[in-house]
């Protein structure tokens, strides 16, 4: 079954795209938008595209603990509702450490910045290892 995977941002989204045959994630795309409306129909539109049957989105839990719902837990919360409200499968992954994944990803191939699709694909690959 093909899965996408979300790295929700405020105005970027990581996209990652792995099966659950070869449980293999890779980095697909970051979309970048204004409109909250607009991010949704192009996600839409890749799930529909890449035959994807779920969607897996990380939920940025602080250190604390996954009990804590701080505003950007809240944030990610209202955006995974849109999704199912779109009649999407759904599930939340912890990606407290994503973005340290994702950094030794980049480091491996000599890149620097921000890269949400790389959290993403860290997101999914970890869903992937635990199915």
Not at 9 to 14: E, F, L, N, P, S
């Amino acid at each position: 079954m093909r899965v996408l995977g979300i790295d929700y941002g405020a105005r970027r989204i990581g996209l990652a795209l792995g099966d659950t045959e070869s449980r293999i994630a890779s980095p697909w795309s970051v979309l970048k938008y204004e409109e909250l409306s607009d991010a949704l129909q192009k996600i839409n539109d890749v799930i529909e595209k890449e035959g994807a049957k779920k969607v897996v989105v990380g939920v940025p839990y602080p250190l604390m603990g996954i009990s804590i719902e701080n505003e950007q837990v809240k944030e990610v919360r209202l955006f995974i509702d849109e999704l199912r409200e779109m009649g999407l499968l759904v599930e939340e992954m912890d990606e407290r450490l994503s973005s340290q994944i994702a950094i030794r990803y980049m480091h491996e191939r000599g890149e620097r910045g921000k890269r949400d699709d790389l959290a993403a694909t860290a997101i999914l690959q970890t869903w992937l290892d635990k199915q």
